[in-house]
Each structure stands twice: as C-alpha cells, then as structure tokens.
C-alpha cells in the first residue's frame, strides 16, 4: 500500500473495505493510530480491518474495557485499543501489550503512540463539514 493515502469514504460499508484493504496490508508489529472525532467511524473502520483478517467474532468499541484482543485466521492477534481515557503513554503501559507481536489498532492514540512503537500508521477521520455523513480520511506514516 503506498502512503501517504486519502480517500473520501460515503458510509459504514466503504469504511469497512478500506479497514478490509488495510488489513491485507498488514503484518504483526504493525500499529495503526486512528484519531477523529465522536462516530468518525474509528470502530467501524477495525471492524473492516477485522474482516480482512479472519476475525470471526463481531469487533465492538473497547471504550469501557480499554482493550479488546481478536484471534485473527493468521494464527496472530489484532488489539484493538480504546485511548480516549488514558492521560498519557504511561498508562498504556497496564495494559501490556505487545505491540511486535501482534497488529494493533489504537483509536484516540495520538498521545500513546510514541510509547508503544517507534513507527506507526496514522490514520485520521475526518466528517465531511458539508454533509456530515461523508468521511474524509488520510493515511500516512507516522514523522
């Protein structure tokens, strides 16, 4: 996949197939940090990315439990990580994740991202001002 990438996305279908395509991308180690706000579709793009790997259980926002681990057909898990409440980098830490091991999703990561990997895909949702309903998003490596 050739970064940095942005896409204009009409509903919850397409968000799901691009979170499919970017699964075929990916591999263990990978961290993706999604950010935007409020029903972006954050979630539902990791349902997408889920899809694309296997996962057969149904993905749901880790808002409360903070973190959700996905068996995926790969024999590898898919973390699915909810930072909206996490002050810093060093609570991220609790929840001992392994980020080489496994392909992590953090939704609200911006400010835990440094503490988990060097390098990660930042991908950023944004509601069109407009409609409301149409998504803009832009995928790029993290600086």
Request: aromatic fraction near 4%; charged fraction near 25%; glycine fraction near 8%.
């Amino acid at each position: 996949m050739k970064l940095p990438m942005e896409r204009l996305i009409p509903d919850a279908v397409a968000m799901r197939a691009l979170g499919r395509e970017l699964a075929l991308a990916a591999t263990a180690g990978d961290l993706f940090v999604l950010t935007g706000t409020l029903g972006a579709g954050k979630t539902t793009l990791v349902q997408g990315m889920a899809q694309g790997l296997g996962v057969v259980e149904w993905v749901t926002s880790p808002t409360f439990v903070l973190m959700r681990s996905y068996r995926t057909a790969r024999g590898i898990d898919l973390v699915h990580v909810d930072a909206y409440r996490l002050q810093s980098g060093d609570r991220i830490d609790d929840l001992d994740i392994d980020p080489d091991g496994c392909i992590t999703a953090v939704e609200w990561g911006a400010q835990v991202a440094p503490s988990l990997a060097d390098h990660w895909i930042a991908i950023d949702i944004n509601a069109d001002d407009e409609t409301l309903d149409l998504r803009h998003v832009t995928i790029r490596e993290s600086s």
